[in-house]
């Protein structure tokens, strides 16, 4: 009963661990889909810049050297915030479809691996939003130079480059006040594996039992247990290499056994007729002794 209790208690924390995880995912996915829409639009203005730009003829300029490479500046500028936008889009619509797929039919735990995904992709995503952004700015400080005359190009260009050193100052203060450290935020993972230990100390006689007595302690984790410092143990079947199986087990266990000469790890599983014994294959152990407790699992 008590065991029963555990488990439901167990799987309503992981239920309440979940929901809490999904609202953090919503979180990335909104805040990486404002950044795509953000990147869409600077797409088509880098697009447009491209497309509908047209230069003063080199004839206009005193050395025909300039304009050639203003306009080769420009034009590589423009090409790369295109691309590095429409990368963002790319990669934020992959991120949120993708994200969302493995996070609700996934296995288990999948909606936490969903989320620390989003939370470490996104970085890669700012930057390259940020290296478009940054050449959006670029190219208009270049382009002013084959548009307009020398006085008024020049004033424009320190108005372009006065906004970015501005938004780049912005950025930074921004970040100050709302970065934390990332030791400090919550983390999961102790009611996704803690509760799922279950310690069983039993004495000598078979009886269960408390305090100081370590000798024969089997400790559950998930599918999985270990039997520590303990003989090997006398089950319902046995086998004809001495591993033994109990008509009880429904699932595959996996055991690993002190057994005075040796450490030997066994595998066995409901009505199966031999193991796997892996470890000391030179040594064979003692004899099975007679009486020995089980403990059904």
């Not at 020398?150 to 930074?172: D, H, N, R, S």
């Not at 803690?194 to 004495?203: A, S, T």
Request: charged share 20%.
């Amino acid at each position: 009963m008590l065991a029963a209790d555990k488990l439901q208690l167990q799987t309503t924390l992981k239920q309440q661990a979940t929901a809490l995880k999904e609202k953090e995912f919503k979180l990335h996915q909104e805040n990486l889909m404002t950044v795509g829409t953000q990147a869409a639009v600077l797409a088509g203005l880098d697009i447009t810049m491209f497309i509908e730009f047209t230069p003063s003829a080199e004839h206009e300029f005193s050395h025909h050297l300039i304009p050639r490479v203003l306009k080769f500046v420009y034009y590589v500028t423009i090409v790369s915030a295109f691309c590095a936008n429409i990368l963002v889009v790319g990669q934020t619509s992959l991120l949120s479809v993708m994200g969302a797929s493995l996070a609700l039919r996934g296995p288990d735990r999948s909606m936490m691996t969903a989320t620390d995904g989003l939370y470490d992709e996104r970085t890669s995503v700012f930057r390259i939003f940020a290296y478009g952004l940054a050449s959006t700015v670029g190219s208009v400080a270049i382009s002013v130079w084959l548009i307009l005359s020398p006085e008024v190009a020049f004033v424009c260009m320190l108005c372009t480059i006065y906004t970015f050193l501005k938004m780049k100052e912005k950025y930074y203060r921004i970040k100050a006040r709302f970065g934390f450290n990332e030791n400090d935020t919550v983390n999961f993972d102790d009611l996704f594996d803690g509760p799922g230990n279950l310690k069983v100390f039993m004495d000598g006689h078979g009886k269960q039992g408390g305090g100081n007595n370590t000798r024969n302690t089997r400790q559950f984790t998930g599918d999985k247990y270990r039997r520590k410092n303990s003989p090997l143990p006398k089950y319902d079947s046995e086998s004809s290499d001495g591993v033994v199986y109990s008509r009880g087990m429904t699932r595959r266990r996996q055991a690993r056994i002190n057994h005075g000469n040796g450490d030997y790890d066994y595998d066995y599983e409901d009505n199966a007729n031999e193991g796997n014994r892996r470890g000391n294959r030179n040594r064979s152990p003692s004899p099975l002794p007679i009486g020995h407790p089980i403990l059904t699992v």
